[in-house]
């Protein structure tokens, strides 16, 4: 089961970028890597997803190193709303999905 | 832009009692997974479901809880007798591709389950 590591809680300041590293030590071959953002009492919204490399959208960029073993969710000029708690998911199948505590930001005026 | 429906919003029911949860994925999605979060923890994959066959239930507490998606389309998870332990979130969520983990989860809003 590639288990995820991640900041329990993470604090910046509006207008900042921040980086939030996850661990996945054990990642297989075929997994992804996929990041959600939860707000308070809501589902969890997907942000990204990656297999190596870098990826980028229009909210956030995501750094993968060679080995996999780890990733970077990265959050151009945070502003108030992100204030929420992020989530590492790394699986490629059943039995396999695996949220973990999540890393929670708090963005400080 | 189409969503995951849950009903109901928010639950109470006593312990011992029987509580049923009902889920309605997003037109097209074949995969459909249940979620329980217990507050300050990530959400728990309970069961997953490709079309109306169950992949994973591993983590399903087969003694009290059932899950079903008859036709392939909505679905519903029951507690049956509902324990204080169960109070949680619980969530819904689908997706198009028959292998999670490399394409969108999209959430429902959840159901919030009390248990007194």
């Known amino acids: 089961l590639a288990k995820t590591t991640q900041p329990i809680s993470m604090d910046s300041y509006e207008g900042q970028e921040v980086n939030i590293t996850c661990s996945h030590n054990n990642i297989a071959t075929n997994d992804y890597i996929t990041w959600y953002q939860q707000f308070p009492s809501q589902g969890p919204r997907f942000i990204i997803q990656?297999?190596?490399t870098k990826v980028t959208n229009e909210v956030a960029s995501l750094f993968i190193p060679a080995d996999r073993k780890s990733s970077t969710l990265s959050l151009p000029r945070v502003s108030l709303s992100d204030t929420a708690v992020y989530y590492c998911?790394?699986?490629?199948?059943?039995?396999?999905?695996?949220f973990g505590t999540g890393t929670r930001l708090t963005v400080i005026p | 832009e189409a969503e995951v429906a849950q009903s109901p919003r928010y639950k109470i029911t006593e312990k011992s009692q029987a509580v049923a949860f009902w889920c309605d994925p997003i037109s097209g999605h074949a995969t459909l997974y249940w979620y329980r979060q217990i507050l300050g923890q990530g959400p728990e994959l309970l069961v997953q479901f490709q079309d109306e066959s169950v992949v994973d239930d591993s983590q399903l507490p087969k003694d009290r809880f059932s899950a079903e998606r008859l036709k392939g389309v909505d679905s519903t998870l029951k507690i049956q007798p509902a324990e204080l332990g169960d109070s949680a979130m619980y969530l819904c969520?689908?997706?198009?591709?028959?292998?999670?983990?490399?394409?969108?989860?999209?959430f429902g809003p959840g159901t919030r389950l009390t248990v007194l």
């Open positions: 998911l790394v699986g490629s199948g059943a039995n396999n999905l695996f």
């Open positions: 990656g297999y190596k």
């Open positions: 969520a689908s997706s198009l591709a028959p292998t999670p983990g490399q394409d969108t989860q999209y």
